[in-house]
């Protein structure tokens, strides 16, 4: 896919978040995108759990993910307060923006028509410089997005968005513990 500007999210609401995600907010960070709807099959068994764990693998990463609640089907069953319940009860911790309702009746949400989705799951990867570079309609496997993630986090590091102050590097001092031994450095190399 050749990278291009990620089309704007227009969501109702918010959940998980104090205040609205927006992709301005979040540049400079990898955004994993993952629409669902929580009564796709699909989403429940498989794409929302593979976005909670990429949520806590790359935790302290400069990632992010964000659930978009795109409904297009079943509207009146997939209100704002079954979606808090559903989020709680799956323990959905990562922010979650409601997309709003097509214009004029459209069935189609906005921010899926937008991106042209095919359905849920669908996974959407946008680079720390808000340039769509992947989108995924169905499951996504876990070892290929993980590759992609970090293809993108490097180019993230070599090419950091203008203003966006990056945290240094920390140094690693040797040590071992249960999960592995730590080469000593000065620290981490740029």
Same mark, same amino acid.
């Given at each position: 896919m050749t990278p291009r500007p990620a089309p704007a999210w227009r969501t109702t609401d918010w959940l998980n978040t104090p205040e609205p995600l927006t992709l301005e907010r979040l540049r400079g960070k990898v955004i994993l995108l993952h629409a669902f709807q929580m009564l796709c099959p699909g989403c429940v068994?498989? $794409?929302?759990? /593979?976005? /909670?764990?990429?949520? #806590?693998?790359?935790? $302290?990463a400069p990632l992010v993910v964000v659930g978009l609640h795109t409904v297009f089907e079943h509207h009146e069953a997939m209100k704002l307060?079954?979606?808090?319940?559903?989020?709680? #009860? !799956?323990?959905?911790?990562?922010?979650?923006?409601?997309?709003?309702? $097509?214009?004029?009746?459209?069935?189609?949400?906005?921010?899926? $028509?937008? !991106?042209?989705?095919q359905g849920t799951p669908t996974t959407v990867l946008i680079d720390a410089q808000g340039r769509l570079r992947r989108q995924v309609f169905g499951m996504h496997d876990d070892l290929q997005l993980g590759a992609e993630l970090q293809t993108l986090l490097l180019e993230a590091q070599a090419a950091p968005v203008s203003g966006v102050q990056r945290p240094a590097p920390q140094k690693v001092t040797a040590a071992c513990e249960d999960t592995g031994c730590a080469v000593p450095s000065a620290a981490a190399p740029d």
């Open positions: 068994a498989r $794409g929302i759990p /593979q976005a /909670q764990r990429v949520a #806590e693998v790359f935790a $302290g307060e079954s979606l808090r319940a559903f989020l709680h #009860e !799956y323990r959905v911790k990562f922010p979650v923006g409601v997309d709003a309702p $097509g214009e004029g009746g459209d069935p189609i949400p906005r921010t899926m $028509g937008a !991106y042209a989705m």
